[in-house]
């Protein structure tokens, strides 16, 4: 900028008058640098977004000891909290928030435009992270549905909402839970979106569940070739059930408040169960599935799901069996036979999640935190994440480590430009 600025100087005598306003359009760039330095969200100054870090990203992934050593020192010191009154803010701007925000630069490639997908979000604080998370993996072809917790903060709410006024393919679940740990209703709250999902105009291909603390490890064009080699299948994770997890679903559970941490949870009885309906053989697995839409469409209007699912009601954890055994019944789509070897965790791609027992046996240790056993992930595992295979990984907090997240979003941008440029591109004008 300065030597542009002395250049213009040395023709000063023939054009003082566009000499100036060149000046003053260069003093007002600078201006402006030094703003969106200082302030990160440039503009307008009055409305925040969430707070951005000053880190090398790339130097992050290169693992370089210097500045993931400042991502500890920031980590320990320097963690700004992002407000959900913030994104309430944001978002009563539409025009300003889809700006900002770069959802109107989202380009579509004809490999993405004819691969829709939909996502099911269950979620219930940190209204910025819902909104990284649906930027971060945004395409305005696929179909968002937010489902909120019916005892989530006001703030919260009115934020998911913004969200959905502003986004014209993200919407909220009409039907919503007040989802307890543990329960049948974290279940029903992705039921809901699904059964919402399927009647949207979006002919979306696959649906993928997430919640507040997921993140992607795979931009959208890279889910989408990694979903169409799928070919029909589903994908989650479905195994035989351990003695300890049976007893799960052989006993009756009432929910009681029976926990300072979770105000309620599905308390095991004395009384056993009767056997699952239809001769079902029970099958464990997790909450997170990948499900062709053909897959979705047969178990809505089938009474043996119904009957499955009224089955669960007084189970622990039954989102954790579901899926695990539906995707094993005879004849639905995208079967996997009830002789096929267990799926495990570390083999369907839903979800990878670090357990601290299983680490430096299977993985290399947490840099972030542990709670109840399981890793919140920090910077020094970005590489790790992006390179073992999973699309998704669980959890990631920012008030555990900001720049992890950060840094992810970074990259997946990086990689969706890298990946489309090999295709046709469909940008918005202007
Ligand atoms: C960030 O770090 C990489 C090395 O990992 C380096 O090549 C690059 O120049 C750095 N960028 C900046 C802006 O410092
Ligand atoms: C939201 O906007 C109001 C009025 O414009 C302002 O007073 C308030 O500080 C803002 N809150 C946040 C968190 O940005
Ligand atoms: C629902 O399940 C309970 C026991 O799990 C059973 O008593 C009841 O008959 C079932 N209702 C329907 C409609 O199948």
Same mark, same amino acid.
């Given at each position: 900028?300065?030597?542009?600025?002395?250049?213009?100087?040395?023709?000063?005598? $023939?054009?003082?008058?566009?000499?100036?306003?060149?000046?003053?359009?260069?003093?007002?760039?600078?201006?402006?640098?030094?703003?969106?330095?200082?302030?990160?969200?440039?503009?307008?100054?009055?409305? $925040?977004? &969430?707070?951005?870090?000053?880190?090398?990203?790339?130097?992050?992934?290169?693992?370089? +000891?210097? %500045?993931?050593?400042?991502?500890?020192?920031?980590?320990?010191?320097?963690?700004? %909290?992002?407000?959900?009154?913030?994104?309430?803010?944001?978002?009563?701007?539409?025009?300003?928030?889809?700006?900002?925000? !770069?959802?109107?630069?989202?380009?579509?490639?004809?490999?993405?435009?004819?691969?829709?997908?939909?996502?099911?979000?269950?979620?219930?604080?940190? =209204?910025?992270?819902?909104?990284?998370?649906?930027?971060?993996?945004?395409?305005?072809?696929?179909?968002?549905?937010?489902?909120?917790?019916?005892?989530?903060?006001?703030?919260?709410?009115?934020?998911?909402?913004?969200?959905?006024?502003?986004?014209?393919?993200?919407?909220?679940?009409?039907?919503?839970?007040?989802?307890?740990?543990?329960?049948?209703?974290?279940?029903?709250?992705?039921?809901?979106?699904?059964?919402?999902?399927?009647?949207?105009?979006?002919?979306?291909?696959?649906?993928?569940?997430?919640?507040?603390?997921?993140? /992607?490890?795979?931009?959208?064009?890279?889910?989408?070739? %990694?979903?169409?080699?799928?070919?029909?299948?589903?994908?989650?994770?479905?195994?035989?059930?351990?003695?300890?997890?049976?007893?799960?679903?052989?006993? @009756? @559970?009432?929910?009681?408040?029976?926990? &300072?941490?979770?105000?309620?949870? /599905?308390?095991?009885? *004395?009384?056993?169960?009767? #056997? #699952?309906? @239809?001769?079902?053989?029970?099958?464990?697995?997790?909450?997170?599935?990948?499900?062709?839409?053909?897959?979705?469409? @047969?178990?809505?209007?089938?009474?043996?799901?119904?009957?499955?699912?009224?089955?669960?009601?007084?189970?622990?954890? +039954?989102?954790?069996?579901?899926? =695990?055994?539906?995707?094993?019944? /005879?004849?639905?789509?995208? %079967?996997?036979?009830?002789?096929?070897?267990?799926?495990?965790?570390?083999?369907?791609?839903?979800?990878?999640?670090?357990? $601290?027992?299983?680490?430096?046996?299977?993985?290399? +240790?947490?840099?972030?935190?542990?709670?109840?056993?399981?890793?919140?992930?920090? =910077?020094?595992?970005?590489?790790?994440?992006?390179?073992?295979? *999973?699309?998704?990984?669980?959890?990631?907090?920012?008030?555990?480590?900001?720049?992890?997240?950060?840094?992810?979003?970074?990259?997946?941008?990086?990689? $969706?430009?890298?990946?489309?440029?090999? !295709?046709?591109?469909?940008?918005?004008? !202007?």
């Amino acid at each position: 900028m300065n030597t542009r600025c002395s250049l213009l100087r040395l023709r000063r005598k $023939q054009f003082i008058p566009s000499l100036l306003s060149l000046l003053s359009i260069c003093v007002l760039l600078l201006i402006y640098t030094k703003y969106s330095y200082i302030n990160n969200s440039f503009f307008p100054p009055d409305i $925040q977004t &969430f707070h951005r870090y000053n880190i090398n990203c790339s130097a992050i992934y290169d693992m370089d +000891p210097v %500045e993931v050593g400042k991502s500890l020192i920031i980590r320990t010191k320097n963690v700004v %909290e992002d407000r959900d009154e913030s994104l309430v803010n944001f978002t009563s701007h539409c025009s300003t928030f889809l700006q900002f925000r !770069g959802y109107n630069d989202v380009c579509v490639s004809e490999e993405e435009r004819d691969f829709p997908l939909a996502y099911s979000l269950v979620v219930h604080k940190s =209204a910025w992270m819902v909104e990284r998370l649906i930027r971060v993996l945004y395409s305005p072809t696929n179909i968002y549905c937010i489902h909120y917790d019916q005892k989530s903060s006001a703030h919260f709410i009115s934020a998911m909402e913004g969200l959905a006024r502003c986004l014209p393919n993200v919407f909220i679940a009409s039907k919503r839970e007040s989802v307890f740990y543990a329960s049948i209703s974290r279940l029903k709250a992705d039921l809901n979106c699904l059964s919402d999902l399927l009647g949207s105009e979006v002919k979306w291909k696959y649906v993928i569940n997430l919640c507040g603390q997921d993140f /992607p490890l795979r931009s959208n064009i890279e889910l989408v070739s %990694e979903l169409k080699r799928l070919n029909g299948a589903n994908m989650l994770e479905t195994s035989r059930p351990s003695q300890s997890k049976k007893q799960r679903f052989t006993f @009756h @559970h009432e929910l009681r408040d029976a926990s &300072f941490e979770y105000q309620k949870l /599905p308390v095991k009885t *004395h009384q056993t169960k009767s #056997p #699952p309906p @239809h001769g079902m053989e029970v099958f464990s697995g997790n909450a997170y599935f990948v499900l062709s839409r053909e897959f979705v469409v @047969h178990f809505e209007s089938s009474a043996v799901v119904k009957d499955f699912l009224n089955w669960s009601e007084d189970t622990y954890s +039954p989102d954790e069996h579901f899926w =695990a055994t539906l995707v094993r019944l /005879p004849g639905v789509p995208g %079967e996997v036979s009830r002789s096929q070897p267990d799926i495990t965790d570390l083999m369907s791609k839903t979800r990878l999640v670090k357990w $601290q027992y299983l680490e430096e046996k299977l993985y290399p +240790p947490c840099t972030g935190q542990h709670v109840r056993s399981v890793c919140i992930f920090g =910077a020094a595992e970005m590489r790790w994440l992006l390179n073992y295979g *999973h699309w998704f990984a669980n959890k990631f907090d920012p008030k555990v480590d900001p720049i992890l997240i950060q840094c992810l979003e970074e990259k997946l941008q990086e990689k $969706q430009k890298l990946f489309q440029l090999h !295709g046709s591109l469909n940008c918005p004008k !202007g």
